[in-house]
């Protein structure tokens, strides 16, 4: 997994200065690090302290990316997730996303295809509602979020705050679970193409023990620090 991370990195280095030598190309790219201080997916703790680098490419209104988790203890196998979507207006107002992601684990032990379609409101607080339905585990996952970014003049700095809350219904005797999260970033810009990102987020979950052998503590507080380069 290492190995196809490292191959992909050098070969969206050449498409991104392909992409720059011409304004009027559509295609860009941006490259993503990020350490993690516990990696929790959907209210779950999947990991300890964790490094999460990822690239994705967009071009036009369609995107495709890799993300990748490595535990740093090195208890917990690695993850690989290639996503692809596209994102379209439907109003002035409203616009939807539509995609499919596949989840690949180090072990080759539940890798798992899942399909989303969510929905967005160009409005005060950016409401979103997005759908989960993963093919191979047969489990739905509805997840709403909301998010609004203050300005902070004297520091010249802006915080990002956050709000979702979640629910996940599987089938193979799992619980169903429901769980809810707050959080707050603050990006600051190093240059025209490079930001870092430091940020805090917490996390409950409604159900005691909801993971069937998955860690499931009730609340997570999960520090982060992460740079982005855009290509």
Not at 4 to 15: K, R
Not at 139 to 154: D, E, F, L
């Amino acid at each position: 997994m290492k190995k196809t991370i490292i191959v992909l990195a050098a070969l969206v280095a050449g498409v991104s200065a392909s992409a720059a030598e011409g304004q009027s190309n559509p295609l860009s790219v941006s490259l993503d690090s990020t350490f993690v201080s516990t990696y929790v997916f959907r209210g779950l703790e999947i990991a300890g302290a964790s490094f999460q680098p990822s690239i994705e490419a967009y071009y036009r209104d369609f995107y495709a990316g890799v993300w990748y988790s490595d535990d740093f203890a090195g208890q917990v196998a690695s993850e690989t997730d290639l996503y692809a979507g596209y994102n379209f207006a439907l109003t002035e107002i409203f616009s939807a996303n539509v995609g499919l992601s596949r989840y690949l684990y180090e072990r080759q032990i539940g890798d798992s295809t899942e399909a989303f379609v969510g929905l967005t409101a160009n409005v005060l607080l950016s409401p979103s509602l997005y759908a989960y339905y993963d093919l191979d585990n047969e489990s739905t996952t509805y997840i709403a979020s909301i998010g609004h970014s203050v300005p902070v003049a004297k520091l010249g700095i802006q915080v990002d705050l956050s709000a979702l809350v979640g629910c996940v219904q599987r089938t193979n005797g799992i619980a169903d679970y429901s769980y809810w999260g707050v959080g707050a970033a603050i990006p600051y810009q190093l240059s025209e193409t490079a930001k870092v990102t430091a940020a805090v987020n917490y996390t409950n979950v409604g159900d005691s023990n909801p993971a069937g052998g998955i860690s499931s503590e009730q609340d997570q507080i999960v520090y982060s620090l992460g740079i982005a380069i855009g290509f």
